[in-house]
């Protein structure tokens, strides 16, 4: 009972140095004891945001990841931060058992007298004047695909020990700044496909190859492109030898169509109009620095499988289209040879045409923004919009620009 009292004297005694009063003193009163070993050394505090702190509390993985020369990023299952070191001008002290919420202990918490205030002792372990800051990054997939591009799989037939390395996904997260998610999301993006568990970008022109080849079976069956049956064509595009395995076929049906509903249980799948005529777009222009573009869309027309319709349209955020030119030109320009900082594409987008439209820089915008993040966001914030003969167009901010 002594030392109660003792305690309630020293704890009155502090708050008069303090030059507060007993009312002031919010419940329960905790009084700071600095353990011997106590030091700044030891612990480096982390700021979490609301999603990362929910994957600790669910019992998720945190992985730092980075080569010697890289700046370090911190990624959960789905999403990848930058790490900064932050300073405060007061120190942060780590108190284990500090008693913060009601909800704790409620019994502190409830009212009563004065007289009935116990301090609780608190050991603080450890302090510090800075703490890393996490910023939600886009992914770093340059390196990905940097990796990719070593060894393109161009068909069975090519397949030797030359050297040449391959990629799992466990070794492509060890060298890519980006988590598990993102990489699987990146891949699919690339279309990259997985051969001997190892993820690989087909060759171009293996894989313009493999798709004559799977055009024409449609056609010679007289299929609907809306409804390839899987089984059936596995058994008859290679009668006349391998060029399009079965697992490349249904690749290929996955990246450029979707698997459909069927009413017998028959694996068919729907070919999409747009990804084909993209496909058949960029080899029209992949070897070509520019292509008249009526002369273009002739061509292209007639390029694409019996039944598709192309649409320029669909050459958005994969060719640049110039209609101030005379005779107007087209020519591949394709969103993923941009650069991920913000920055750098805004400059590129800007260097290579003065005024866009919306429609025009989203498809180059939209692969860069993060969570809470808009393409409209991005361009208030790094372009100048103004009005062009009733339409509105995005140029560079930079002064002395000719916009």
């Given at each position: 009972?002594?030392?109660?009292?003792?305690e309630r004297?020293?704890?009155?005694?502090?708050?008069?140095?303090?030059?507060?009063?007993?009312?002031?003193?919010?419940?329960?009163?905790?009084?700071?004891?600095?353990?011997?070993?106590?030091?700044?050394?030891?612990?480096?505090?982390?700021?979490?945001?609301?999603?990362v702190?929910?994957?600790?509390?669910?019992?998720?993985?945190?992985?730092?990841?980075?080569?010697?020369?890289?700046?370090?990023?911190?990624?959960?299952?789905?999403?990848?931060?930058?790490?900064?070191?932050?300073?405060?001008?007061?120190?942060?002290?780590?108190?284990?058992?500090c008693?913060?919420?009601?909800?704790?202990?409620p019994?502190?918490?409830?009212?009563?007298?004065?007289?009935?205030?116990?301090?609780?002792?608190?050991?603080?372990?450890?302090?510090?004047?800075?703490?890393?800051?996490?910023?939600?990054?886009?992914?770093?997939?340059?390196?990905?695909?940097?990796?990719?591009?070593?060894?393109?799989?161009?068909?069975?037939?090519?397949?030797?020990?030359?050297?040449?390395?391959?990629?799992?996904?466990?070794?492509?997260?060890?060298?890519?700044?980006?988590?598990?998610?993102?990489?699987?999301?990146?891949?699919?993006?690339?279309?990259?496909?997985?051969v001997?568990?190892?993820?690989?970008?087909?060759?171009?022109?293996?894989?313009?190859?493999?798709?004559?080849?799977?055009?024409?079976?449609?056609?010679?069956?007289?299929?609907?492109?809306?409804?390839?049956?899987?089984?059936?064509?596995?058994?008859?595009?290679?009668?006349?030898?391998?060029?399009?395995?079965?697992?490349?076929?249904?690749?290929?049906?996955?990246?450029?169509?979707?698997?459909?509903?069927?009413?017998?249980?028959?694996?068919?799948?729907?070919?999409?109009?747009?990804?084909?005529?993209?496909?058949?777009?960029?080899?029209?222009?992949?070897?070509?620095?520019?292509?008249?573009l009526?002369?273009?869309?002739?061509?292209?027309?007639?390029?694409?499988?019996?039944?598709?319709?192309?649409?320029?349209?669909?050459?958005?955020?994969?060719?640049?289209?110039?209609?101030?030119?005379?005779?107007?030109?087209?020519?591949?320009?394709?969103?993923?040879?941009?650069?991920?900082?913000?920055?750098?594409?805004?400059?590129?987008?800007?260097?290579?045409?003065?005024?866009?439209?919306?429609?025009?820089?989203?498809?180059?915008?939209?692969?860069?923004?993060?969570?809470g993040?808009?393409?409209?966001?991005?361009?208030?914030?790094?372009?100048?919009?103004?009005?062009?003969?009733?339409?509105?167009?995005?140029?560079?901010?930079?002064?002395?620009?000719?916009?």
């Amino acid at each position: 009972m002594a030392e109660i009292i003792s305690e309630r004297k020293n704890m009155k005694l502090r708050i008069e140095l303090a030059k507060m009063d007993l009312s002031d003193l919010r419940k329960p009163a905790q009084i700071l004891d600095f353990a011997k070993d106590a030091n700044d050394q030891e612990f480096t505090l982390l700021q979490l945001d609301a999603d990362v702190l929910k994957v600790i509390e669910n019992g998720g993985n945190l992985i730092i990841r980075g080569n010697e020369d890289d700046s370090a990023v911190l990624c959960t299952d789905d999403s990848t931060y930058n790490i900064k070191r932050a300073l405060t001008s007061n120190k942060m002290l780590l108190i284990p058992e500090c008693t913060r919420e009601k909800e704790q202990m409620p019994e502190l918490f409830s009212s009563g007298k004065d007289e009935e205030i116990v301090p609780l002792h608190r050991d603080v372990v450890g302090w510090s004047s800075e703490y890393l800051e996490l910023k939600r990054i886009h992914p770093q997939t340059t390196r990905l695909v940097d990796l990719l591009k070593q060894n393109y799989y161009k068909g069975p037939q090519h397949e030797q020990d030359d050297g040449q390395k391959s990629y799992t996904l466990s070794e492509l997260l060890e060298e890519v700044q980006a988590s598990e998610v993102e990489v699987m999301t990146y891949l699919c993006k690339l279309n990259a496909c997985c051969v001997d568990g190892r993820w690989r970008l087909l060759d171009f022109g293996y894989l313009v190859d493999c798709m004559g080849e799977l055009f024409q079976l449609i056609d010679s069956e007289s299929w609907s492109c809306g409804s390839v049956p899987f089984i059936e064509a596995t058994q008859k595009i290679n009668d006349s030898g391998e060029l399009v395995p079965t697992f490349i076929l249904k690749h290929l049906l996955g990246s450029y169509g979707s698997q459909i509903p069927t009413n017998d249980g028959i694996v068919c799948y729907a070919i999409d109009e747009a990804k084909v005529c993209r496909l058949f777009a960029e080899m029209l222009l992949r070897d070509v620095q520019k292509f008249n573009l009526s002369e273009f869309l002739d061509v292209w027309k007639y390029s694409v499988p019996a039944g598709m319709v192309t649409n320029e349209k669909y050459l958005l955020g994969l060719a640049l289209v110039d209609k101030c030119s005379n005779p107007h030109t087209v020519k591949l320009f394709k969103v993923d040879q941009l650069p991920l900082d913000m920055d750098a594409r805004f400059n590129a987008l800007f260097d290579v045409k003065e005024k866009w439209t919306f429609e025009q820089i989203e498809p180059y915008i939209e692969d860069v923004c993060i969570k809470g993040q808009t393409v409209s966001a991005m361009l208030t914030k790094y372009a100048r919009a103004s009005n062009l003969n009733g339409v509105k167009v995005y140029s560079t901010r930079k002064s002395g620009s000719k916009s």
